[in-house]
């Protein structure tokens, strides 16, 4: 049974830092690009970043891009998102997600999420 | 940056069909994948590579597109299909990135 536990989340002040962790068992972990997706309170979806498999490409939302790293740790099943410069607006709840990979009609890779964590909450507040 | 809109809802009694819709700017470039969202729930993947279901997903969901729209269809709603719908596509061109809709919240009265 694939299972996603995100942890990590707590309150922090602004400009504070703060790294969330993801262990994942149940498949194989290096075969997976992964995700993190975050919903602010009473609010949608928000892509925050992707890596692949082995770790060697990342993708970021513009607006976590500079500040937030995702970084994965494949010996130990594990994918991290490392939190600096926090926001007020970086207030929601962190999902990790699994990452199957299909091709667009240009045959570009894409991802979509068919595992997800139940979420870590991180609040950003003095 | 590229985006997708919905309608931000939509209520139907049982045993209707309900068609949710997903438009964007050349979205037939690209596979669309839906998501179900319960109140305090993660998000469930239902549809994939835009008509693909997941196992488990019941045979009531499936997903089409036509021209520049994508559309979740849900038969014989049952009151247990309350809940907000993503859509979600990942836009190649460019800075790649990943665009979810606003969601839309099906109401089963």
């Given at each position: ?37 975050r919903q602010a309170p009473g609010k949608g979806l928000d892509w925050v970043a992707s890596l692949t498999g ?64 139940h979420g870590t909450l991180v609040t950003v507040s003095s | 940056s590229y985006f997708v809109t919905q309608p ?102």
């Amino acid at each position: 049974e694939v299972q996603l536990l995100d942890s990590g989340g707590t309150l922090v002040p602004p400009g504070g830092s703060l790294r969330l962790s993801c262990a994942a068992s149940g498949f194989s972990f290096t075969s997976h690009a992964m995700t993190w997706v975050r919903q602010a309170p009473g609010k949608g979806l928000d892509w925050v970043a992707s890596l692949t498999g082995t770790g060697r490409a990342t993708y970021y939302s513009a607006s976590v891009k500079g500040r937030f790293t995702i970084s994965r740790d494949n010996s130990k099943n594990s994918l991290f998102l490392q939190l600096n410069d926090l926001r007020p607006e970086d207030t929601a709840l962190y999902y990790c997600a699994r990452s199957p990979q299909t091709y667009d009609s240009s045959g570009e890779v894409v991802y979509y999420f068919d595992y997800w964590g139940h979420g870590t909450l991180v609040t950003v507040s003095s | 940056s590229y985006f997708v809109t919905q309608p931000p809802s939509m209520s139907l009694s049982p045993g209707e069909t309900a068609r949710l819709v997903c438009g964007g700017d050349k979205i037939g470039d690209k596979y669309v994948h839906w998501y179900q969202q319960q109140p305090g729930q993660a998000p469930v993947l239902v549809i994939y590579d835009e008509t693909d279901r997941p196992s488990g997903i019941p045979g009531r969901f499936s997903g089409s597109k036509s021209g520049d729209t994508a559309t979740l269809t849900i038969t014989r709603v049952e009151a247990g299909d309350e809940a907000v719908y993503y859509c979600q596509v990942w836009h190649t061109a460019g800075d790649r990135h990943v665009v979810f809709g606003a969601g839309t919240m099906l109401t089963v009265l």
